[in-house]
């Protein structure tokens, strides 16, 4: 091992000498997104053998049973790999990586480079219903943040190779590299200028490629549109982006109240089985349900519904239109219920894929509805409405439009679709946008505010560390000091105007002394042993708590109490003081470096 730093060491500074920093993030920007089209590829292919050998050989030739049991394996196995193998919490995808950038300054640990890998193709192969961009976007990010770390990257450069990382996993799986571009930087919150477009270009470009070397021609979704847009459609989109918008609404609120109860449980092993079992009996009775759902919208796509609907347990005819509507708005109904319940149990996944499956089946319905319910004459393409409605639950369930447009104008082969896609996408968007603030992503972040946005003040509030403004150096009294220990034991020796009082028992605080405040009795030594420090002091015209406040609420108190000095507290328990003047060079200085 000591062989090799100066190895590296000596490779460190040729590179600063020879390669410019811009040129040397453009040739980490290629290398991450071939990393992170390799991550996207083997665990595409992982998932999708386990799939073909237990659904393909042991259901089809032996019982339908195994679509209870599978799930309850699959979860088992990826628990004993976290536990055993990985030794860490893999977290869900996305949204790690969004607080890793706003609080963690970009570090992702190592083991999130394999966890993922290890755990998301066992999960959704076994039959857990999520899919598998989000444990891809994991991955490249866990890479991108690493080979940053290793050659010494500023916070900036990092959250830009995270970004290249996420926009290369995104284009290795789905072949659509523009809208792994614009996902980076919607969903990333990036800032679109000349420094940052090119690295992402070349990094989702790489990605591509590695994808096409190892996968050939291969889709998730090999379709070409035939159906022309017909301007007498326009209606029907705009109603296609108010559905998109309140089954969105729904998806976000049944996804947060299940976390909600498997929170309440705090024994993993509870979450199991009890999200094991449910997701189990969910697959046994439904199971297009099973796993991503690629095949059900590819039959969907091509106009054959009946395919994926055949084996329902009520032995339904299908030849029935409106039995096959009823059918497939089941499908969008518990979808979201058998992914989150995948989620509470444990399983590692993303919602990208949930969401087109739920997408392409409520377009798919919303078309048969039109076209049989005998009230138009002019029937709308059920292909076109599969795939707009997909961008349209992308829309409003991931609050990225512009991703949803792209990626299924890119996923069809041309741009015959945009202006279909750009009324239900934006319709879809703005309206869930009014009921629900923050994507499926974001929003917990958001609630602690702690989400990075295009807002450079608020993102830089988010990146300040709280702790490292703290100033510790203020001499303390407690309630039952006199006037004259006060004088002797602090005023004395302190360079400071300010002193917290706090209880001699439990060190929480009461109060504090200013010098103005006792400047007008400190000279009179007669009420040196009559006057004690709980008479003197006031209260403090805010308290900052350490464990709830963000740097925004604090940046709020200080603005509304026109102090210069706050103190600090956890639990009530006295810390330290913030000073106006260090808070205001601390922003100062993280605003330099997150715009040099």
């Not at 490779?11 to 390669?19: C, D, G, M, N, V």
């Not at 080979?147 to 916070?155: E, G, H, K, P, V």
């Amino acid at each position: 091992m000591q062989s090799k730093r100066p190895v590296f060491k000596r490779l460190l500074i040729w590179r600063a000498k020879h390669i410019s920093h811009k040129q040397f993030v453009y040739l980490l920007s290629i290398l991450i997104g071939f990393t992170s089209g390799i991550g996207a590829v083997v665990l595409k292919n992982l998932t999708h053998y386990i799939q073909l050998l237990l659904e393909g050989r042991l259901v089809q030739y032996y019982h339908q049973a195994f679509y209870f049991l599978f799930p309850i394996i699959g979860l088992t196995l990826a628990y004993l790999i976290i536990k055993y193998v990985v030794r860490e919490k893999v977290s869900h995808g996305i949204p790690s990586t969004l607080h890793a950038i706003s609080k963690r300054k970009g570090i992702i640990k190592r083991y999130q480079m394999f966890g993922s890998i290890l755990t998301a193709p066992i999960t959704v192969g076994f039959g857990g219903s999520v899919g598998l961009e989000g444990p891809a976007v994991a991955t490249g990010a866990a890479i991108g943040s690493n080979i940053a770390r290793l050659f010494r990257m500023n916070q900036k450069t990092k959250t830009l190779l995270i970004c290249c990382a996420a926009a290369g996993a995104l284009s290795s799986i789905f072949k659509a590299p523009i809208a792994a571009i614009i996902f980076a930087i919607e969903v990333f919150s990036l800032d679109l200028t000349i420094a940052s477009m090119l690295p992402l270009l070349l990094a989702s470009l790489s990605a591509i490629i590695t994808s096409y070397f190892f996968s050939g021609n291969d889709v998730l979704l090999p379709f070409r549109i035939e159906d022309k847009f017909m301007i007498s459609d326009v209606p029907f989109y705009a109603f296609l982006g108010v559905c998109a918008a309140f089954i969105s609404i729904y998806f976000t609120e049944v996804y947060q109240r299940i976390q909600k109860r498997f929170d309440q449980l705090n024994s993993p092993i509870k979450k199991l089985l009890v999200g094991g079992i449910a997701i189990g009996i969910l697959i046994y009775f439904i199971p297009p349900l099973y796993g991503e759902g690629f095949d059900v919208m590819n039959s969907l796509i091509v106009g054959n519904p009946e395919k994926a609907l055949v084996n329902n347990f009520l032995n339904l005819d299908v030849s029935n239109i409106w039995i096959v509507i009823a059918l497939l708005a089941g499908l969008v109904f518990f979808k979201i219920i058998a992914s989150a319940l995948t989620f509470g149990a444990g399983g590692v996944g993303g919602i990208f894929g949930p969401t087109l499956f739920m997408g392409s089946i409520m377009g798919n319905c919303i078309a048969k509805i039109i076209n049989n319910c005998g009230l138009f004459s002019t029937p709308v393409s059920e292909s076109n409405f599969t795939l707009v409605g997909m961008a349209g639950l992308l829309a409003g369930v991931l609050h990225a439009p512009l991703t949803a447009i792209f990626l299924i104008a890119e996923l069809t082969g041309g741009y015959d679709l945009f202006i279909p896609l750009m009324i239900t996408a934006a319709i879809a968007f703005s309206i869930t946008k009014l009921y629900v603030p923050h994507s499926v992503y974001t929003m917990e972040l958001a609630r602690k505010g702690e989400l990075i946005t295009h807002d450079k003040d608020q993102a830089v509030l988010i990146l300040m560390d709280t702790k490292k403004v703290i100033e510790t150096n203020f001499i303390h009294v407690t309630t039952n000091m006199t006037l004259g220990d006060i004088i002797k034991k602090a005023v004395i020796k302190s360079n400071r105007n300010i002193f917290p009082v706090i209880d001699e028992e439990d060190n929480t605080l009461k109060g504090v002394i200013l010098l103005d405040d006792i400047r007008p009795i400190m000279f009179d030594q007669k009420l040196y042993d009559d006057i004690f420090a709980i008479e003197v002091m006031q209260k403090p015209p805010a308290i900052i708590d350490i464990e709830k406040d963000n740097m925004t609420v604090i940046m709020k108190k200080f603005q509304d109490s026109s102090a210069w000095n706050l103190p600090v507290v956890r639990n009530g328990i006295y810390i330290g003081f913030i000073s106006k003047s260090k808070l205001l060079t601390a922003y100062r200085q993280e605003l330099i470096n997150f715009t040099s």
